[in-house]
C-alpha cells in the first residue's frame, strides 16, 4: 500500500522515464508534486525502495531504476524481497483502504485504537511499558492478523531507513522475524532497541541504518523479537 504522494511520485518517475529515457531530477520531481523542498522526495524515495518499486543506481546521476509499479499495472521486474513498511502522512485526507478486520482493537472508521506503550529506550523490556490505557489511532490496514502495538521513537540510529525521532511505529507482536527484518529487539533481558536483524553463522547481529552508529554482535542467547516493524507515523 503506497500513500498518494508514493504513488504520484512514482508513477511521474515511470512516466518521465518512458518518454525521455532518464528520471527526472529531484527539482522536477518536487515541482511535480508541489513540495516546497527536496527533503520531502527524499522520503518519499526512501519509501518507495524499502518497499521494492524502485532502486537508486549507485554512481550515476539522476539514476532511478523502476522495479514495478502498483497493483494493475505490468510490473517492471520481480521486486526484491526485504523488508516495506508503509508509511502514512497523517495530514493527507484519506487513510489507505482497510484490507482485514481486527477484533482486538476498536475500529472508529477507517481507524483504529493501538495500545502505544511509550518511548523505546534502553532499560526498558516491552513488558515493562504495557499499559492499556494509552493508545493511538492508526489506518486500519497498517495491522493483519495478530497483536499489534505502537511504540515512540528515541534517537536516530534508523534515520537511514527513514525512521526519524518522535516517529510512531507499528509494531506486531511476534518472537521471530526473517533475516533483514527491523525488529524490537530485548537484548540481556534489560535493554530494548529497534534494528534491522542479521543473522551471521551463530551470532546475530542488530544493525542501525546510521553510519555514526556501530552494528552490534550478540550470541543467539542474548537477543529474544519482540515483534517486528509494519509501519510508521509521522506528524510534519
Known amino acids: 500500500m503506497l500513500t498518494r504522494k508514493q504513488h504520484q511520485l512514482l508513477m511521474f518517475i515511470h512516466e518521465r522515464t518512458q518518454s525521455q529515457g532518464v528520471s527526472p531530477s529531484f527539482d522536477e520531481m518536487k515541482d511535480a508534486l508541489q513540495l516546497k523542498s527536496k527533503s520531502g522526495i527524499h522520503r518519499l524515495i526512501t519509501g518507495l525502495e524499502e518497499r521494492g518499486f524502485l532502486r537508486r543506481l549507485p554512481h550515476r546521476a539522476r539514476a532511478l531504476e523502476i522495479l514495478r509499479l502498483p497493483e494493475n499495472i505490468e ?46 529506550a534502553a532499560g526498558t523490556p516491552i513488558e515493562a511499558l504495557r499499559d492499556e490505557t494509552n493508545t493511538i489511532e492508526v489506518p486500519h490496514s497498517f495491522v493483519g492478523t495478530g497483536e499489534h502495538y505502537a511504540l ?85
Open 75 to 120: 510490473p517492471v521486474e520481480r521486486a526484491r524481497p526485504g523488508f516495506a513498511p508503509r508509511l502514512v502522512d497523517v495530514n493527507e485526507v484519506d487513510p489507505p483502504a482497510p484490507t482485514a478486520e481486527i477484533a482486538s482493537a476498536a475500529i472508529i472508521g477507517q481507524m483504529m485504537n493501538l495500545p502505544l506503550y511509550g518511548r523505546i
Open 152 to 236: 515512540e521513537v528515541e534517537g536516530d540510529s534508523m534515520v537511514e531507513a527513514g525512521i526519524h525521532d518522535g516517529d510512531h511505529v507499528i509494531i506486531q507482536r511476534c518472537s521471530d522475524a526473517v533475516n533483514g527484518a527491523i525488529v524490537v529487539a530485548l537484548v540481556d533481558r534489560d535493554e530494548v532497541t529497534l534494528k534491522r536483524l542479521r543473522r551471521k553463522g551463530a551470532s546475530i547481529a542488530l544493525e542501525p541504518a546510521n553510519k555514526n552508529y556501530e552494528t552490534r554482535i550478540f550470541g543467539p542467547d542474548r537477543v529474544r523479537v519482540q515483534g517486528r516493524l509494519v509501519g510508521l507515523l509521522r506528524k510534519y
